[in-house]
């Protein structure tokens, strides 16, 4: 028998432990639960556990078999491809920013757009001890930062720049970025390739000097990705 797990503490997120508690209760091996299992597993009463997969159901994360036992649903297996495709981003995406980061001295971050937010996903940070304090999963309003601009490019704009966004002082008095938009197999926004530095260091003229490399480094990426520029000059 399954050792039960303690009942969640109830504060203000009960109801999404009691959530995750439940989900996790899904072990490898398992077709499926019922209902007596999972209060072993979980410590839960049965009249909460039956609440929760009301709600599991109709978010598409579990299915209420004929026999009233439990299953993993198909929302589950989207989020689990959504991870693996994450998986596979990072790594045509990181070799590219440590590369920026090391020829440039500066911070190389990949971004990707999050509703009414920018999300830094990847980053190399500068090796200088002055640099931009971000780590990834931290989120950015979508303004006139460089990165922001380069996630709200039309497709035909974004592939056609003569050289890469830049900004000063926009989210940060003190900070400066370069981005270019990136684009994958199916012509989808992937997200922002961004350079970013104290505004001091990261000038105009410094910025346009880096713009071959940086053009260079996000058609390597693209490529990588599977994008195939038609009449492009990215």
């Known amino acids: 028998m399954v050792k039960a797990r303690p009942r969640p503490a109830v504060n203000g997120v009960a109801s999404a432990d009691r959530v995750l508690t439940v989900l996790t209760a899904f072990q490898i091996g398992d077709t499926s639960l019922s209902l007596v299992e999972l209060v072993e597993r979980t410590g839960l009463i049965k009249s909460t556990i039956m609440r929760l997969m009301v709600s599991l159901e109709d978010h598409g994360f579990i299915t209420r078999m ?16 959504v991870y693996q495709e994450s998986i ?3 790594r045509h995406v990181m070799p590219r920013l440590q590369h920026l980061a090391e020829q440039t001295g500066e911070t190389a971050s990949f ?27 931290d989120m950015r309003p979508m303004d006139e930062a460089a990165g922001a601009q380069a996630l709200r490019a039309p497709f035909q704009a974004g592939i056609a720049l003569e050289k890469p966004f830049y900004s000063h002082g926009a989210t940060d008095p003190h900070a400066a970025s370069v981005a ?15 350079i970013s530095g104290p505004s001091s260091r990261l000038t105009e003229d410094s910025a346009e000097g880096l713009r071959q490399l940086f053009f260079d480094t996000a058609r390597d990426l ?6 195939k520029p038609v009449d492009a000059k990215v």
């Open 88 to 90: 596979d981003l990072e």
């Open 222 to 227: 693209m490529r990588s990705l599977g994008f």
């Open 180 to 194: 270019l938009p990136i684009y994958g197999a199916q012509q989808e926004l992937m997200g922002a390739l961004v």
């Open 111 to 137: 971004y990707v757009r999050h509703g009414a937010y920018r999300m830094c996903q990847y980053r190399v940070n500068s090796s200088h001890r002055l640099r931009i304090h971000l780590q990834p999963g």
């Open 66 to 81: 004929a026999d009233g036992r439990y299953q993993l649903a198909s929302e589950v297996m989207r989020l689990n491809a």
